[in-house]
């Protein structure tokens, strides 16, 4: 049984951000630019979400 599933994209850089939220985005997968990743929807990855809120969008398909 698979989980929901998201998909996040990354729209605004990771440098001179904290540290913290550099590793929430990593966490997440996302190694570059406008890079689409498909994480599960767990508290866990929308905690690091809601962290990095500024950085990333949820792409709609």
């Given at each position: 049984?698979?989980n929901?599933?998201?998909?996040?994209k990354l729209?605004?850089?990771?440098?001179?951000?904290l540290?913290?939220h550099?590793?929430c985005v990593?966490?997440?997968?996302?190694?570059?630019m406008?890079q689409?990743?498909?994480?599960?929807d767990?508290?866990?990855?929308?905690?690091?979400?809601?962290?990095?809120a500024?950085?990333?969008q949820?792409v709609?398909?």
């Amino acid at each position: 049984m698979a989980n929901n599933m998201m998909k996040v994209k990354l729209v605004r850089s990771i440098h001179g951000r904290l540290k913290r939220h550099q590793a929430c985005v990593r966490g997440l997968g996302i190694r570059r630019m406008h890079q689409v990743v498909e994480v599960e929807d767990t508290p866990a990855t929308r905690g690091m979400l809601n962290k990095v809120a500024y950085m990333v969008q949820l792409v709609e398909e």
